[in-house]
């Protein structure tokens, strides 16, 4: 069976049902208003792949200003594999990535032109598999694994407990004294199931921050 894809009549019903089942959510939902997630969307897999690793570590807006850096050094701005093969790490450097993350994209590129990454594929597999695949490539981990599932596939159930964002917001809409550990954090999402990433959306939300991939 395809994996489930969040569908614009979803996001209604998601509402309803987290602000049922934990009165925190539903205090941040009419706060927020409806989820805006599909918006975040972006059709082309490498570009989000790419913008993911480019986001490790840094607030939104840095994320959204380094990448758009990175997109202007390319022709006509098009984020694809040739383009940023043709980029050296030098001058990935300048628009604002570290050597590391240059390399990443690099290995990225490369992986999907000579065929050993096919994210075309993706929209096929479960999200277990796509984390597979995707931490296979150099610098992305399970954390750029999840916000691709997120915001480029649109899963509907993601729960992504390496996210300081996620951490920080929990603490403070939950009263708690310090971060919470994963396994914390899996018992208060419990309820969210099956729409934990569209809570995530008002998580990130309540900390007025740019969600990943916004």
Not at 2 to 27: F, I, M, N
Request: proline letters at 7%.
């Amino acid at each position: 069976m395809k994996p489930l894809r969040l569908q614009p009549e979803d996001y209604g019903r998601a509402d309803r049902l987290l602000a049922r089942r934990d009165p925190v959510l539903g205090r941040l939902i009419r706060q927020h208003g409806p989820c805006a997630l599909a918006r975040a969307h972006r059709e082309d897999p490498f570009a989000t792949t790419a913008e993911a690793i480019v986001s490790q570590q840094l607030s939104g807006k840095a994320a959204k200003t380094i990448y758009g850096r990175m997109a202007a050094l390319l022709p006509g701005g098009a984020v694809t594999p040739v383009a940023l093969l043709a980029v050296s790490v030098d001058a990935l450097r300048v628009a604002g990535l570290s050597r590391a993350k240059a390399a990443y994209l690099h290995d990225l590129s490369a992986r999907v032109l000579d065929g050993r990454l096919h994210l075309d594929r993706f929209e096929e597999m479960d999200d277990e598999a796509v984390i597979a695949e995707l931490t296979a490539v150099k610098g992305i981990g399970r954390w750029t694994a999840e916000m691709f599932l997120i915001f480029r596939l649109q899963r509907p159930d993601v729960l992504p407990v390496g996210d300081i964002g996620i951490v920080n917001a929990m603490m403070r809409a939950y009263g708690l004294r310090k971060p919470p550990a994963p396994a914390r954090m899996q018992r208060i999402a419990e309820p969210w199931r099956p729409y934990r990433s569209v809570a995530c959306w008002y998580l990130w939300c309540s900390l007025q921050i740019l969600t990943p991939g916004a």
